[in-house]
């Protein structure tokens, strides 16, 4: 993991001084691993975070459906040559238009309602992950973990040895809901916003996954679900 390295030692060394260790000293005691993203994702206050989100910015998800709609009705007026795309030559042929003002209008609004969504799902996130190093360092003192490590490292801890589950669960009890109406004046920190991004892509994975299943067993209905 990339996001939130600082937060995966807090049960002895960090990963940059893994390299530095004699063998020896990278096998002694008990090692673990944890993934950032999926804990966050497990978790209780998240997933009511989201929906509740969903309910809340209900008018903003519409307004900005119907403006993308908007973006790629007027998009099509730009294609010319009729291969369903804009190149730049289009895009330039159009810029003293005021279709270009329009679309440049459009384009700044989308990305304003984008940022309202976006925002609510950072804040939520960062309230969560502030209490992470405290449910990371509660687990590995109960189950006297000397070194936790990221789940991508070269050094070997065995699927076993993964404790994700464990710090959600400690999670649930330390942050058992979020708001998701950021106050007047704040701003996503930056590592909120990577971490977020990182959330994004992982819950996109999964539903792209989700979706070829249905279509694999829509084309082969005899086939045994989740071989």
């Known amino acids: 993991m990339k996001t939130f390295t600082k937060f995966l030692a807090p049960a002895g060394l960090a ?56 973006r790629q009705t007027l998009l099509a007026t730009f294609d010319k040559n009729g291969d369903k795309q804009v190149d730049d030559a289009e895009l330039q042929a159009k810029q003293k238009t005021p279709d270009f003002t329009k679309l440049q209008t459009l384009e700044q609004e989308i990305q304003a ?62 942050v058992p809901q979020v708001l998701v109406v950021p106050p007047q004046g704040w701003q996503p920190s930056r590592e909120g916003a990577a971490l977020y991004q990182e959330i994004q892509q992982r819950l996109i994975a999964a539903q792209i996954a989700q979706q070829q299943q249905q279509q694999a067993q829509q084309a082969n209905p005899a086939a045994p679900v989740g071989r």
């Open 113 to 174: 309602l984008n940022n309202q969504i976006d925002g609510a799902r950072i804040y939520a996130i960062e309230q969560i992950i502030v209490q992470y190093a405290s449910a990371l360092q509660d687990v590995t003192t109960r189950d006297q973990i000397k070194m936790v490590i990221d789940p991508g490292s070269l050094l070997f801890a065995g699927p076993e040895a993964d404790i994700t589950q464990k710090v959600t669960t400690v999670l649930n009890a330390k």
């Open 15 to 70: 990963l940059t001084m893994l390299a530095a260790l004699p063998a020896q000293a990278q096998v002694e005691g008990k090692l673990a691993t944890v993934d950032v993203s999926r804990t966050i994702i497990g978790t209780n206050a998240f997933q009511n975070a989201y929906e509740q989100i969903n309910t809340t910015y209900s008018q903003q998800n519409e307004l900005r459906r119907t403006k993308a709609q908007e």
